[in-house]
């Protein structure tokens, strides 16, 4: 199996540690983590860097994880994309997180629907979900517009159990009809 996809725009590849600058960057901005973990505030260099190894730590252990998401025609990184399903996870995920420069272009979008495909196809998933926190509008958007509806409101096992997050999911069946 390879573990590259490229869709129209995009290169999408496995992280590895020449992606330290971007994901640093990418974590440290405000505009990013608004919309990530507990407190919604910017990674220090060291948790961004922890961040990195589970991603890359994530493959190794599993065979897949999310990808570090390039544009085909400048190499400059937009942001890390794709399936994963850490300890404590109630769902196999495909996640994203795009840098803010990038926002407004559809490329998660175009990243997700890549990485959906790959998990039914490549990975053999029959169900894909997306955990979104519920002030996150343009995540809610990205889920619908690749086809995932709102399943039920969950919790995480890296937040607080007072935080829930929405779970937007899609079946393989939904997904080889919608095609």
């Known amino acids: 199996m390879d573990n590259s996809l490229e869709t129209e725009r995009l290169v999408l590849r496995p992280p590895t540690l020449v992606d330290l600058e971007p994901f640093v960057a990418m974590f440290a901005d405000p505009a990013v983590m608004r919309h990530l973990g507990a407190d919604g505030k910017?990674?220090?260099r060291f948790a961004a860097w922890q961040s990195l190894c589970s991603t890359v730590g994530h493959w190794t252990l599993r065979g897949y994880g999310l990808f570090a998401v390039f544009e085909r025609g400048t190499g400059e990184f937009v942001g890390r994309v794709g399936p994963w399903f850490p300890e404590g996870w109630t769902e196999f995920e495909v996640g994203w997180t795009i840098r803010s420069e990038y926002w407004g272009r559809g490329y998660a979008s175009e990243a997700a629907k890549a990485c959906i495909a790959y998990a039914f196809t490549e990975l053999n998933r029959d169900h894909v979900a997306s955990f979104i926190l519920p002030?996150?509008?343009r995540s809610i958007r990205v889920a619908e517009k690749v086809g995932e509806r709102l399943e039920c409101d969950t919790t995480l096992a890296h937040l607080p159990p007072e935080m829930t997050v929405l779970q937007y999911?899609?079946?393989r069946t939904e997904w080889q009809r919608a095609r």
């Open 135 to 137: 002030q996150n509008a």
């Open 169 to 171: 999911g899609l079946h």
């Open 42 to 44: 910017p990674l220090s």
